[in-house]
């Protein structure tokens, strides 16, 4: 059973990565054929719309070639079995956030090719995100000594009560005081 979910998590990690692959040629032909037709003077090399695309370009291919290297299952080159399927790549946390920093990096570079250089302000999401998670995860617990948003005793009151309907039924039972109803002393 471990080797089929080995062999499910390859295929989804192969299908990310040719996806991720036609993404990067996508969004960088595209830019180039929209910088071609509407911003035909943003291509030359003394104008900062060409440097600013030119250096996103490095996030865009380094995080992609670092979830292709990670990502790519292993496989015996004798028998083309299966060694190792690679890091799951559907899997939340830093994974995750690259692919983020790559979709907004795509949607900047065709952005500004459409509409011009106002767009690269979008990019400013990143470092916004990357503050909020520092202020939110450690900043604040370690000052305040809590989380940035506290339950409310509502939210507490709802954590606590049983969650299935025969929980429930037998709850108010014993508030009734059904004598059918054992309760466990805590």
């Known amino acids: 059973m471990a080797n089929a979910s080995a062999k499910r998590t390859a295929q989804q990690n192969a299908e990310a990565i040719k996806n ?6 996508v969004s ?15 291509l030359a090399p003394t104008q900062l719309s060409f440097w600013i695309y030119v250096l996103s ?10 979830l292709e290297r990670i990502g790519s299952p292993r496989r015996d080159p004798t028998t083309g079995t299966l060694i190792s399927a690679g890091e799951d790549l559907s899997r939340p946390g830093i994974i995750e956030w ?34 909020f998670k520092l202020w939110s995860g450690v900043i604040s617990p370690m000052f305040f000594g809590r989380s940035a948003a ?20 037998l709850r ?7 004598p059918r109803v054992r309760t466990q002393a805590r």
């Not at 991720?20 to 040629?25: E, H, P, S, V, W």
């Not at 370009?57 to 670092?66: A, E, G, I, N, Q």
């Not at 339950?151 to 039924?169: C, D, G, I, M, V």
Request: charged share 20%; proline share 5%.
């Open 20 to 25: 991720l692959r036609l993404g990067l040629l």
């Open 28 to 42: 960088g032909a595209l830019s180039v054929v929209l910088r071609l037709l509407f911003r035909r003077g943003s």
């Open 57 to 66: 370009l490095v996030p865009s291919v380094f995080l992609s070639r670092y």
């Open 98 to 131: 690259c692919f983020d920093v790559i979709y907004i990096t795509w949607a900047c570079q065709v952005g500004s090719g459409a509409f011009g250089q106002w767009v690269w302000w979008l990019y400013l999401i990143i470092p916004l995100y990357a503050v």
């Open 150 to 169: 506290a339950p409310t005793p509502e939210a507490e009151a709802e954590a606590k009560e049983p969650t299935s309907k025969r929980q429930e039924k």
């Open 172 to 178: 108010k039972r014993s508030e009734r005081g059904d």
